[in-house]
């Protein structure tokens, strides 16, 4: 069953590097994150059935199912998720990715600083004006 509740601080990563994944989850855990981890586009798919998360992190280019075809199956299900797209490419395809729904693009390689600050951003626009911490500004308490 899925969790209604959107807890500002949950982020999904998907990339087929488990590197990257491993990475990023030590990275950002420490700073508060709650961190999910996804090695293909199809599990994260299963994942976002699952369960809300405030931001999903996503490669561009993955094996199998790669990044723009998990955003638009992303798309379908409506996930309420902010998308931030990770890519080697240049910032003109991602910029291009708008359209589908991303909200930000990082560039590979990863400047880490520039990660956490869009990352917060988003956790600090998520939270509820109470505070509390369990649903997005905005809706009401359930």
Request: proline share 4%; charged share 25%; aromatic share 8%.
């Amino acid at each position: 069953m899925k969790s209604a509740a959107i807890r500002p601080s949950s982020i999904l990563i998907v990339d087929d590097e488990t590197e990257i994944l491993s990475l990023l989850k030590e990275l950002l855990e420490p700073r508060g994150f709650e961190i999910s981890t996804a090695n293909s586009g199809k599990a994260a798919l299963k994942m976002t059935e699952e369960a809300n998360f405030s931001c999903i992190l996503a490669d561009l280019k993955m094996q199998g199912f790669e990044g723009v075809e998990f955003i638009r199956e992303l798309k379908k299900i409506e996930s309420p998720a902010k998308i931030i797209v990770m890519s080697g490419y240049g910032a003109q395809v991602i910029e291009d990715l708008h359209n589908l729904g991303v909200s930000d693009y990082i560039i590979k390689p990863i400047d880490f600083d520039d990660l956490f600050n869009k990352l917060s951003s988003f956790r600090q626009s998520n939270e509820c004006c109470c505070r509390c911490r369990y649903h997005p500004r905005g809706q009401p308490h359930t």
